[in-house]
Nanobody, 125 residues
Framework: QVQLVESGGGLVQPGGSLRLSCVHSGAIISTYMMGWFRQAPGKDREFVGVINRSGNIDYAESVEGRFTISRDGAKNTVYLQMNSLKPEDTAVYYC???????????????????WGQGTQVTVSS
């Protein structure tokens, strides 16, 4: 059973930055796809971004140009660098893994089979 642990959330002012980390209990090289989602209060969980084994990356339109996904295989960790944060970025952020063949469904929650516990990001002055 894959375990994912997110960290790095917190309170930041608008325009600020945070870097979230997602540590995978196994070897991320063995994982086909790792995605980031977020859920704001009263809203459905939504896709933020994803990276697959080949290094292909995709982002939600709302974060394109502000957020960056990267990975460190030696540390079994995927990162979400968030810059120019806005109040509407406030949410609990989750990382998740998906098996081979999921790229076409990368924005859908149901494509992912393991989830972390989430980390809170609050953007407020």
């Amino acid at each position: 059973q894959v375990q994912l642990v997110e960290s790095g959330g917190g309170l930041v002012q608008p325009g600020g930055s945070l870097r979230l980390s997602c540590v995978h209990s196994g070897a991320i090289i063995s994982t086909y796809m790792m995605g980031w989602f977020r859920q704001a209060p009263g809203k459905d969980r939504e896709f933020v971004g994803v990276i697959n084994r080949s290094g292909n990356i995709d982002y939600a339109e709302s974060v394109e140009g502000r957020f960056t996904i990267s990975r460190d295989g030696a540390k079994n960790t995927v990162y979400l660098q968030m810059n120019s944060l806005k109040p509407e970025d406030t949410a609990v952020y989750y990382c998740a893994t998906a098996p081979y063949g999921s790229w076409g469904r990368r924005v859908e929650e149901y494509a992912y089979d393991s989830w972390g516990q989430g980390t809170q990001v609050t953007v407020s002055s």
